[in-house]
């Protein structure tokens, strides 16, 4: 048994926690409520990880809103589907057995909160697929109730507020705003939003009504503090400490100094992946490997470390999936922000409206707009083998600028005229003069938008067949009949924003047990060594097969593995579920 006696340390615990992200806080809450000493250590100077910026989104098959939680056969087929030659039985059986669970203990244990959603799988027509039901999302939350520690609460992705104010991309906020100069219900709606927004603005000097990725940010980290549990920011850990062949502890590195931190039953990584560390993404991206460029809205501070730790004592990175399975690829635009700053914009929505196709440079298109961000992407890249540069420009009228934006661009009656200045928007009379602006090959463009019109004034799509499935449709326009995500793009002015490769995480990671443990090349623990969140290979095979894929394997894996670090899960609990009963 190894003893504090042994363990160098300026601080001792039970577990230390590299992360703050949904991972590392699930972790971290769990065990502490299993009695453990946790100690969370983030490198950022804000807690919250990518999770603060996100959706808030976790896709939990089986959740109590589902309303096919009893059909575990077409979960498993699905996801058997998804993610092909690389489904992991055990751990596909863990995450299905577990998740409900997981949002049941939470929901009682804590603050966190969820509510239901209206988002089908990404692929509902595939086997097993679901036309709703599966994703969750964190429930909006007041967050004054962190009181002084808002201050550290990681603010929202600057470029999706409207002026700090936060929206869920599928809630009435979203279609309200949309409607406010059409809708006198609307306009009062967000009259009122925009007061009370103003009014916490003055007083917190941010947002308070947070949604989305902050709201469950905000929310396990308030379960944090309630637990007593501490998040020191600003606290990046330089070395995992070992002895007698364990990991027991970190060394870290504060404003004040150096602090070795002793953790009696191990360290648990929880370092975002490496969606910012430069070497791995240009060995790993394939439009990087080829000289492209690549713009990730994700937290700066996700620069691979726990990866580096882990490998530093044995561990092994997983890079099994194909290049276009190392991310959750999501088609960003880079934005001018105030003081000559610039931004990313994940371009989450404005691919799904009708009026808006997606082209290459020499003017074709060469996907369904309206699949998910993921699938966009793998085309994008797949799309532009062979080339240098890796983008896509998103093109539309007048008609559907005014009525939806593009990109970062909103919609009537907010002015264009800035944009157009800086660079990010580009406008032309004619779809020839949009061409030259853009260097788009206009005889290409023409051709491409003739053909495609021919069909969009039926509301069909002859090429890809965009708003088949209900995914296509979801984040589309239902007031746009027939189609919701069909229209042609008819009268000029025409618009167009170029679109580059970026992501949302990285689906590489450590290679783990089903509990968390790190696993050497051999196979063997790296014992006292855990690893949750995107530090931790996805199981999805490198595929996006819903809404969520990221958070929901996060927390039931995070509080899986602190169940076991605590000895609170029973020897069968990773046995997949067909295996017990044939056992």
Known sequence: MHTSASIPQDLLCDLLVVGSG????????????????VVVVEKAP???????????????????HDPAAGD????????????????????????????????????????????????????PDAPGGAQVGRSILAAPFDASQLGAELARLRPPLETITFMGMMFNSSNADLKHFFRAT?????????????????????????????????ALAARLAKSCFDLGIPIHTGAEVRELLQAEGRVTGARVQLQGGELRIGARRGVVLACGGYAHDLARTAQRYPHLARGGEHLSPVPAENTGDGLALAERVGGQVDTRFPGTGAAAWMPVSR???????????????????????????????????????????????????????????LVCDQATIAKYGLGYA???????GGLIRKGYLFKGRTLAELAQATGIDAAGLQATVQAYNTGATQGEDRQFGRGGNAFNRYLADPLHRPNPCVAPVAQGPFYAVKLLMGDLGTFDGLRTSVV????????????????????????????????????????????????????????????????????
């Open 22 to 37: 949904a991972g590392g806080l699930s972790t971290a809450i769990t065990a502490k409520k299993l009695g453990l000493d």
């Open 46 to 64: 804000v807690f919250g990880g990518t999770t603060a910026f996100s959706g808030g989104v976790l896709w939990i098959p089986g959740n109590r």
């Open 72 to 123: 575990r056969a077409a979960m498993e087929t699905y996801l058997r589907d998804q993610t092909g030659p690389f489904f992991d039985a055990q751990a596909a059986a863990a995450f299905l057995d577990h998740g409900p669970a997981m949002l049941a203990w939470f929901e009682r244990e804590t603050a966190v909160r969820f509510v239901p959603t209206l988002y089908p799988d990404y692929h």
């Open 182 to 214: 059409k809708s006198v219900v609307s306009a009062l709606y967000v009259a009122r939003r925009l007061a009370a927004h103003f009014v916490d603005m003055l007083r917190y000097r941010r947002g308070v009504q947070v949604t989305s990725g902050n």
């Open 335 to 393: 934005v001018p922000l105030p003081g000559g700053r610039t931004g990313v914009f994940p371009h989450l929505l404005d691919r799904y409206k009708p009026g808006v196709i997606g082209v290459l440079r020499d003017g074709r298109r060469f996907t369904n707009e309206s699949d998910s961000y993921h699938d966009v992407g793998a085309a994008l890249i797949a799309a532009c083998a062979g080339q240098q540069e890796t983008a896509m420009w």
């Open 410 to 416: 909103k919609p009537a009656p907010m002015p264009l």
């Open 516 to 583: 968390g443990e790190v696993l050497r090349a051999d196979g063997s623990a790296v014992s006292g060594l855990y690893a949750v969140g995107n530090d931790r290979a996805s199981i999805m095979g490198g595929n996006y097969p819903g809404a969520g894929i990221t958070l929901g394997p996060a927390m039931t894996f995070g509080w899986l593995t602190a169940r076991h670090i605590a000895g609170a899960l029973p020897a069968t609990a990773a046995v997949p579920q067909e295996q017990r009963h044939a056992a």
